[in-house]
Structure formats: C-alpha cells, structure tokens
C-alpha cells in the first residue's frame, strides 16, 4: 500500500501529528487548511483506512493505530531524504564523494602532491586515489574503463572518445656530471657516449628517435625507470641522460642541467577525462588546481608553445 504514498502526504502527516491539529499543521507548512485535509485524506484512501481520529472542537486530533504506523514509515522516510538532501549538496559543492586521477613518476613528484594536498585542504571529506602508471596507453585503458575519473598523460591521444586540456610544455634537458665540467648541449655531440636511460616507454621512446634523427646511436650503460636512480648514474659519473625538465632535481649540486641546442621536441603533459561521463564535481575543481600548479612550473620560453 505504501509503495503509492506521496512525500507531501507523508509530510502532512507529521506536521498534524507534531501540532495536534489540522490548522497549526497547515501555518506551520505554509498551506491551506483545507490543502492538509487533502492531503491527509489523499493518504487514507492509500492505506485504505483512517490515520487520525477527529474529536472535534479544540480537541487534539489523535493518531489511529494504522497512523501510528505509517507515521513510524514517515518520520524514517523523511529523515533518510534529509540525509540524502544534505549528501547532495555536498557533493555538488565537492566536498564528498570519491576522486581517481591516474598520473606518471615526474608528476607525482612535482605535480600531485601539491594538487592533492590543497583539494584537500579545501574539502577534507572527499576521497582522492591515485594510481600511478608510466606507460600512455595502460593510463588511456583504465579511464576509457571507467577506473579512472581524469588522468595525466603525455601527449594528446587524440581519441575520440576523450577530452584533454594541455598543462605543460616539458623540454627535455640534459644531465651531465658536476665534476665534467661545462657540457656540449648539441645532441648530436652524444653519439658514442655513455648514456643512463630508461627502459623503453612513451618518454624514452621519443628521446631515442630523437636522438637518431641527429645521427646519435645511444649507448645505454645504465637502465632505470626511477628518475632519481637515473640521476644518482649521472652523479656518480657513470654516464649522462636526457630527462624531461619536470623530472630532473635542479637543485642537485653534483649534476649540470643544461638545455640542449638543438633542442629535441618537447613533450606536452595533458589532462584526460572520458567524454560524456558525469564526474563529480570536484574533478573540475581539481582540473582547475593541475593547470595553476603547472602554470608555476612552466619555463617561460615554453608558454607560447602551450598557447598554440
């Protein structure tokens, strides 16, 4: 019977309940007298009996005890549409709700933390998780799926089915030894030297063909995927490394970072979301904090790059 109640029925209910009397009910919710009495016996026709005894004159009206049951119903119902009232406007305003941004090595170090911590700040009850993947196309994968709600990527995929905005313009640099003294920044002066690298990916991928296009065969000496461990090879002499500037320590007394002449093409770091997906709306609050930390981070030879 219940499953055909109104929530303004319900309502009528407990405000006659609470006040006593049809009158007070209708003041206190800002209707009519006769507008309660409808309501209410809109409700009685539903659950096919009276609610309330009627004594008349001054007298309280008093609940039935079929009212007394559905008031039970009512007084749960509407507590739990308070609740969820209330659940709505928070996460309208992003303060809760749940949050899974994919990233890669150099932004979760330089980029990330700094996102994070003041989403964060500014909306201590929402749920952030990130997960970190360096490979482009795994990244693509899981926000194509759904188990991401935005990711960082390098380049722009140009898939259909994705939005992007551009952060950063990342020149690539490269990393010599402190102790070797001023470097030769041509690319092409690398050929034959010993080189720290990573293994293969989006990143080292694109520095390689590079490389090749001056005439430059690398010769690997040292292989890593951790940025720090690549710099640590540089530091201890056993080699150079181009790195994207974004992932480099330039505050490391013992290498020199120097922008190489040629440069080689920059990488661009994107935001990705899927198209026609709702997110919460605290991905748009996170999207704007990515391109004001980005914007910090950018070399100023690069912003009409990132412009175009």
């Keep these: 019977m219940l499953r055909d109640v109104e929530t303004k029925q319900l309502r009528a209910l407990l405000a006659v309940a609470?006040?006593?009397?049809?009158?007070?009910?209708?003041?206190?919710?800002?209707?009519?007298?006769?507008a309660i009495s409808q309501q209410i016996a809109s409700l009685e026709r539903v659950v096919g009996d009276k609610v309330f005894d009627?004594?008349?004159?001054?007298?309280?009206?008093?609940?039935?005890?079929?009212?007394?049951?559905?008031?039970?119903?009512?007084t749960s119902m509407l507590a739990e549409?308070?609740?969820?009232?209330?659940?709505?406007?928070?996460?309208?305003a992003g303060e809760v709700g749940r949050l899974v941004v994919g990233s890669f090595q150099s932004i979760s170090v330089n980029v990330l933390p700094t996102v994070v911590g003041q989403l964060r700040s500014e909306r201590p009850g929402l749920a952030v998780?990130?997960?970190?993947?360096?490979?482009?196309?795994?990244?693509v994968a899981r926000l194509l799926a759904d188990e991401l709600d935005l990711t960082f990527l390098i380049g722009d995929p140009?898939?259909?089915?994705?939005?992007?905005?551009?952060?950063?313009?990342?020149?690539?640099?490269?990393?010599?030894p402190g102790s070797a003294g001023a470097p030769d920044t041509n690319p092409a002066a690398l050929d034959g030297v010993a080189m720290i690298g990573q293994s293969p990916c989006a990143c080292q991928l694109a520095i390689d063909e590079s490389l090749r296009e001056f005439g430059v065969v690398p010769d690997y000496v040292f292989r890593s995927n951790d940025n720090s461990a690549v710099q640590a090879m540089v530091r201890a002499g056993m080699g150079c490394a181009i790195l994207p500037h974004l992932a480099v320590d330039a505050g490391d007394p013992g290498v020199v970072v120097s922008q190489l002449q040629p440069p080689l093409p920059p990488r661009v770091i994107v935001l990705a979301r899927r198209r026609g997906r709702t997110l919460p709306p605290?991905?748009?609050?996170?999207?704007e904090l990515a391109i004001s930390v980005c914007q910090a981070l950018q070399l100023p030879e690069y912003e009409p790059q990132l412009t175009a």
């Design 282 to 287: 605290a991905a748009d609050r996170f999207a």
């Design 81 to 92: 549409l308070r609740i969820a009232e209330d659940n709505l406007r928070s996460l309208r």
């Design 18 to 34: 609470e006040e006593g009397s049809f009158g007070r009910a209708a003041e206190r919710l800002g209707f009519t007298q006769s």
């Design 158 to 176: 140009r898939h259909p089915d994705l939005h992007t905005v551009a952060l950063l313009v990342d020149p690539f640099v490269l990393v010599t």
């Design 54 to 74: 009627r004594p008349g004159g001054p007298k309280r009206v008093e609940l039935t005890p079929t009212g007394e049951v559905v008031l039970r119903y009512a």
């Design 129 to 139: 998780r990130c997960v970190e993947d360096d490979e482009n196309d795994s990244l």
